[in-house]
């Protein structure tokens, strides 16, 4: 049985105030689904210490563990931080930092040393899907992005169509179910029973309206969540609707 996970992305968004919205989510402790909210760096600390019941990851981390890397962040600073997992080759990362599978792959396994759960992304552009690409491309993405040594406990894949992110434009339920079991049929072929624990999540304009026919969809987990995950009024009914999927 795979847990079902409600993930908040909140992007670069959130100073302190935000993180009242924490305290209106409430103690999560008794949701059957798990709920992990990734603020900004700079509020995983605080965040970490004011929630319960809800994991707090960051957004990205280095591939290495320390060193000469103005700007960067450790996985292991991450945990020490209260982290428990980390967002790792959004598409915003792949397209404004450049970040390619490679970089992904190496990144996923500083996490695992540090401790954390890896949430891997991949998804295709828009040229990709009206080219007929969708499944090469985010098959392609999948098998660099994700180490060997990937298991259920340490790895979470999310299917983040770019077209679908921020642009309230969503895939058919038949698009989702399409590349989930394609994904599912991919980590079975290369991790076997562990291929089949990992959770896959689907991302890109969840909201509370959406939510029900996407979590009934065939291999969707959960959701990786935006902008919906900004206030605890859009993200609390969108967990409810996990929980009861
Ligand atoms: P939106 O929910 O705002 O479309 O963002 C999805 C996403 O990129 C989550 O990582």
């Known amino acids: 049985m795979r847990r079902k996970l409600a993930a908040g992305n909140w992007k670069m968004n959130g100073l302190s105030a935000a993180l009242a919205e924490l305290d209106a989510l409430g103690d999560q402790s008794a949701s059957a689904a798990e ?41 292991s600073m991450l945990a020490d931080a209260g982290a428990s997992h980390v967002i790792l080759g959004h598409s915003e990362r792949r397209a404004d930092h450049g970040e390619d599978d490679y970089t992904v ?4 396994i500083a996490a695992w040393e540090a401790g954390l759960v890896a949430v891997i ?17 985010v098959g392609t993405q999948l098998s660099g992005s994700v180490p060997d040594g990937a298991s259920a406990a340490n790895t979470v894949i ?5 077209w679908a992110i921020g642009t309230g434009k969503v895939p058919t339920t038949e698009q989702i179910a399409e590349v989930h079991d394609d994904l599912r049929a991919r980590l079975v ?7 089949d624990g990992m959770r896959l999540l689907y991302g890109g304009s969840v909201k509370a309206s959406n939510a029900d026919e996407i979590f009934a969809t ?6 990786l969540v935006g902008g919906a995950s900004l206030k605890a009024a859009d993200f609390g009914p969108i967990i409810d609707a996990l929980n009861a999927s």
Do not use: M, W
């Not at 900004?40 to 060193?67: K, M």
């Not at 992304?121 to 491309?137: F, H, K, N, P």
């Open 121 to 137: 992304c991949v998804g295709e552009t828009l040229d990709d899907r009206e080219a007929g690409r969708t499944l090469d491309v």
């Open 105 to 108: 792959a190496t990144k996923a």
């Open 35 to 75: 709920v992990l909210i990734c603020p900004p760096a700079t509020l995983i600390a605080a965040a970490a210490s004011r929630v319960s019941g809800i994991a707090i990851g960051g957004q990205d981390c280095h591939a290495a563990q320390s060193g000469a890397h103005t700007g960067d962040i450790a996985a």
């Open 189 to 195: 072929g290369r991790f076997g029973a562990e291929g």
């Open 218 to 223: 065939s291999n969707v987990d959960g959701a």
């Open 158 to 162: 999310a299917y983040e169509p770019v």
